[in-house]
């Protein structure tokens, strides 16, 4: 079977920064209710810049890949940086065709990375 | 193919040969299409009433008096009377067309249900409902100040009866609930049910879309009073669906829609409704659709609801014998008395991933919620795999689908 490149089935079997920060700066978390798919996105912020990221919940490989290959990639980044991030910035990352019903489960990370930087309230909160 | 593809109810490669899409190849590999309880593919029977119907007959129905318009109403009130003797309806009146088994329900919902219930009034649902007929009845509630309630659903699948003398109560006007789980495969006692509901005086409402198009299916024996279902899951095209009712409550009913054919006579402030099913069918409606649904329950007919039962029945239970053995593999819903799906989980595999993965090998099944969220929620998974036969499906193919998820399973571990 040959499905997903290596890359993306390796950050799937052995996420990079998965767990928790001991005093995280953002908490974000996001979730997918069509596919089930749930991320808790933690960002250690210091002098404006990432110093230090984790993530937990479950989904895909393709959502927990972008996750993990995210997480790896903007340790060092300022918020202004992160802010600049889109939709091609995750699939290039990713290195594949995300079909038009998968997409929702690569940006999920993106989404939710997003919403902690611009300190947008999560659902259910005022 | 070799004998052990042939059903012992169903000539499937004769079958097979009437669905020019079972041809085709996805990813380089032979198609093997098991996402049927979400949509079947169509026979060449199907597909050529439609295409003739536009070659040849296609005009407005009911309106002109030239000979193609007669036609067309011919034809497509011919399929209404098919589609009646097929379900059992006392007369075609009975069999009114919608664009699918949802919009039946919302013509249910919204027309007798604003007109028949108010503040306080109850409706019965149950937890493995389909979304189709849950969020009909919600927006209701939250306008008229229905309640709702809900029959729970036991862990092998099975409705918990025990509850319903106390969840049916003389408040409640209607008891919605499906044949068989669009997930669980679970086949709930339609007529054991609807009794219940009876003594206390509430109307039956069945959505029927995972019952009709795969077993012998006959309104006046269940006693029911509305039937909902698609008919682009029994062979038909999409944009074809029928709700059927008890003509004396259908009679009762406000119309759905207005507009063209609705009506009987029009004045600049107030008009009045044309007599069933027409009341309910306001503007041109999907003729060569009708006609297709037509072709389908002859198809089905030709077959024998019992054989198609039969065979899938086989079918199912052979791939719940094969699956169950690999490693991790949970199947949810009842061991028996159930419908041709069988619906599991895979360790830690998101559901997803395993349909992406089959796809990869030329297998199409279905993965997510099946728009059947609050039952996932009961059994406390946010997705589930589900493959779903019908009458063209072999035994190879299930073998083919075995093969593929030790694939997947193997792939995926860590």
């Known amino acids: 079977m040959d499905l997903y490149a290596e890359e993306i089935l390796d950050h799937y079997k052995h996420p990079r920064h998965f767990g928790h920060l001991d005093e995280p700066t953002l908490v974000y978390h996001d979730r997918n209710p069509l596919c089930g798919d749930e991320i808790t996105l933690e960002l250690k912020i210091e002098d404006g810049k990432v110093v230090d990221i984790a993530f937990t919940g479950h989904g895909c490989a393709i959502s927990r890949a972008a996750a993990s290959m995210m997480s790896e990639e903007i340790i060092g980044k300022s918020l202004d940086e992160l802010k600049g991030y889109d939709k091609e910035s995750i699939l290039d990352l990713l290195g594949i065709e995300v079909g038009p019903v998968r997409i929702k489960c690569a940006l999920l990370p993106l989404k939710a990375m997003k919403a902690a930087v611009w300190g947008l309230a999560e659902e259910g909160e005022e | ?414």
């Open chain 2, 1 to 414: 193919m070799i004998a052990s593809t042939s059903s012992v109810a169903l000539d499937v490669q004769r079958i097979r040969a009437d669905f020019p899409i079972l041809q085709r190849e996805v990813k380089g590999k032979r198609l093997v299409y098991l996402d049927n309880a979400a949509s079947s593919q169509k026979p060449i029977q199907v597909l050529d009433a439609m295409d003739r119907y536009y070659r040849e007959t296609h005009a407005n129905v009911h309106r002109g008096v030239h000979t193609l318009s007669e036609e067309a109403t011919t034809a497509y009130e011919g399929a209404r009377a098919k589609v009646s003797n097929f379900i059992g309806a006392c007369c075609p009146k009975e069999v009114i067309w919608t664009r699918n088994a949802t919009e039946a329900i919302n013509l249910v919902a919204y027309s007798w249900g604003r007109s028949h219930l108010k503040q306080g009034d109850r409706v019965l649902l149950t937890e493995m409902e389909h979304h189709a007929n849950l969020v009909p009845w919600q927006i209701l509630a939250a306008e008229k100040g229905v309640e709702l309630d809900f029959v729970r659903v036991a862990d092998n699948g099975a409705l918990i009866l025990d509850d319903l003398p106390k969840l049916l109560t003389p408040k409640t006007k209607l008891f919605g609930f499906s044949a068989a789980s669009n997930v669980l495969g679970t086949l709930n006692p339609v007529k054991e049910l609807t009794q219940a509901a009876h003594k206390v005086g509430a109307l039956v409402l069945l959505d029927a879309c995972q019952a009709v198009p795969h077993m012998p299916f006959d309104v006046q024996d269940l006693d029911i009073d509305f039937a909902a279902f698609s008919g682009h899951k029994m062979l038909g095209p999409t944009g074809s669906g029928v709700l059927w009712g008890r003509r004396e409550i259908l009679n009762a009913m406000p119309p759905f829609m207005g507009g063209g054919d609705m009506i009987r006579e029009v004045k600049l402030r107030q008009s009045k409704w044309n007599e069933l099913p027409w009341k309910f069918e306001a503007g041109t409606p999907a003729i060569a659709e009708a006609i297709g649904l037509g072709a389908a329950v002859d198809y089905l007919s030709s077959l024998g609801m019992e054989n198609v039962y039969a065979a899938e029945h086989e079918l199912v239970t052979y791939a719940m014998e094969q699956i169950q053995d690999i490693e991790g593999l949970k199947i949810l819903g009842p061991r028996d008395r159930r419908t041709g799906l069988v619906s599991f989980i895979l360790g830690n595999v998101h559901p997803h991933d395993i349909a992406a993965a089959l796809d990869s090998l030329g297998i199409a099944i279905r993965a997510g919620h099946h728009c059947a969220q609050p039952l996932h929620e009961r059994f406390g998974v946010p997705a589930t795999a589900r493959a779903s036969f019908y009458i063209y499906n072999t035994r190879d193919e299930v073998d083919v689908l075995v093969s593929g998820l030790r694939k997947v399973a193997e792939y995926f571990s860590f």
